[in-house]
């Protein structure tokens, strides 16, 4: 079975310290992941994907994430965070399958303080 | 660019009354999926369509019914709302393949529909 696991409901930082959202993924096939932010009222956004290309994946905002077969991982990060980060985060998989279909994590809420 | 469009953005609707949300895929998208997101709730998969057919079937009521057009847009129904139905309905449009899974999914702003 296919699954996607965030570990954290919701974490918290100070204003420019780092930014860690865990997430780790089983799947019985090549998987690719992705990281969605939903701010407050708003649809889904694309922060990064990753396909099989390179491990370490950049996306928008400063976030990036490291995809790691060894770990089932793949975690996102930001070097500093900002106020304009609070959000909900969702790790996403998606099987290549006829049924296509997406596989969304629970979410981490990301909180920043002042 | 383009992108995929939901239509209304927001919704009051009383209970037993019946709602309708529309969803444009980006052009040349054949696919079409359904999320329903409850308050503090992760996206749960409704239901999806390939080429007018549908292809997936998740969590959705029997009070919904949904289908996609012949210009691939895609319309959910809700009848006889409950008070637990109000959510953001997301839309999210794909084309079929090897392309969707490289390039992942755009999804909708979505549809916020309030029972009262």
Known sequence: ?114 | AAGVIQSPRHLIKEKRETATLKCYPIPRHDTVYWYQQGPGQDPQFLISFYEKMQSDKGSIPDRFSAQQFSDYHSELNMSSLELGDSALYFCASSLRGRTSRDYGYTFGSGTRLTVV
């Not at chain 1, 996607?4 to 204003?15: G, K, P």
Request: aromatic share 12%; glycine share 6%.
């Open chain 1, 1 to 114: 079975a296919q699954s996607v696991t965030q570990l954290d409901s919701h974490v918290s930082v100070s204003e420019g310290t780092p930014v860690l959202l865990r997430c780790n993924y089983s799947s019985s096939y090549s998987p690719s992941l992705f990281w969605y932010v939903q701010h407050p009222n708003k649809g889904l956004q694309l922060l990064l994907k990753y396909t099989s290309a390179a491990t370490l994946v950049k996306g928008i905002n400063g976030f990036e994430a490291e995809f790691k077969k060894s770990e089932t991982s793949f975690h996102l990060t930001k070097p500093s965070a900002h106020m304009s980060d609070a959000a909900e985060y969702f790790c996403v998989v998606i099987l290549y399958s006829s049924a296509s279909k997406i596989i969304f994590g629970s979410g981490t809420r990301l909180s920043i303080r002042p």
